[in-house]
C-alpha cells in the first residue's frame, strides 16, 4: 500500500483522531506509523469490548431462557400434583406434637441456652482469643470444647471439693476414731478420787 492510500485508508477511519489529507501529508513516516498502531489498536479495543457486549447479551439470554424453562416445567408439575410434598419445620412439627414431647424439647433448649449463657459468662474473661459476638454466634457444643481448652469452669462459683476429705463424725464409741487419752483418764480418775475423798 503507497503512502497516499495509507493517507486516505486513515482519512476515512473513525478511530483515527486526524482525518484531513492535509495534516495526515504533513506527517513524517514515522509519525504516519505511530498514528496507523494507535488507530490498529483502537479498532482491536472496540471490537473486543463489542465482543464482549454480545456474549454477555447471549448469556443472559439463555440464563432467562433456562430459567423461563425450569419455571415453566415446575409450574407444569405443581399443576399436576406431581411435586414431593415437603418435609414439615420444627415449629410446624412441634405443632402437631403430642404435649410430652413439646415439653421434651422445650426443656432441652431451656437447659441448653442456660449451658451455653453459663458459658459465655464463664469465657468472656477467661480468654481473649474470641470477642462476645464471636462466641455467642457458637453452639454449646462450640463452647465447652473452648471451656475445656482454657479449663474454665462453666458453672460460676462452683467449689471444688476435689482431695478434700469426708467430714468426720462425733461418735465417742468410735475407738478408731477417738482413741482414749492417757492424759483424760488420769485426769478422770483423779476427779472421782477427790469425790470420795481418797485424794492426799
Known amino acids: 500500500m ?3 492510500e495509507r493517507e486516505k485508508a486513515l482519512a476515512a477511519n473513525e478511530h483515527s483522531p486526524i482525518r484531513t489529507l492535509a495534516a495526515l501529508t504533513a506527517l513524517s513516516d514515522k509519525e504516519l506509523e505511530g498514528l496507523e498502531a494507535h488507530v490498529t489498536k483502537k479498532a482491536d479495543e472496540v471490537k473486543a469490548a463489542a465482543d464482549k457486549k454480545k456474549a454477555d ?3 443472559a439470554l439463555k440464563a432467562a431462557a433456562d430459567k423461563k424453562k425450569a ?5 407444569a408439575r405443581a399443576a399436576s400434583g406431581q411435586n414431593p410434598p415437603q418435609p414439615p419445620t420444627e415449629e410446624e412439627w412441634l405443632k402437631t406434637a ?3 414431647i413439646r415439653t421434651l424439647v422445650a426443656d ?3 437447659t441448653e441456652a442456660a449451658q451455653k449463657e453459663r458459658l459465655l459468662t ?6 481473649k482469643e474470641y470477642t462476645e459476638e ?3 454466634a457458637m453452639d454449646s457444643k462450640q463452647l465447652a470444647r473452648i471451656a475445656r481448652l482454657a479449663n474454665v469452669e462453666a458453672t460460676p462459683g462452683a467449689v471444688d471439693y476435689s482431695g478434700r476429705g469426708f467430714p468426720r463424725v462425733n461418735n465417742d464409741q468410735d475407738v478408731y476414731r477417738n482413741p482414749p487419752s492417757g492424759y483424760r483418764a488420769a485426769l478422770d480418775a483423779r ?3 477427790e469425790k470420795k475423798g481418797v485424794v492426799n
Open 134 to 136: 464471636e462466641l455467642k
Open 98 to 100: 403430642p404435649p410430652s
Open 2 to 4: 503507497t503512502r497516499k
Open 71 to 75: 419455571d415453566d416445567e415446575a409450574a
Open 122 to 127: 464463664a469465657l468472656k474473661g477467661a480468654q
Open 191 to 193: 476427779k472421782e478420787a
Open 108 to 110: 432441652a433448649k431451656a
Open 57 to 59: 447479551d447471549e448469556a
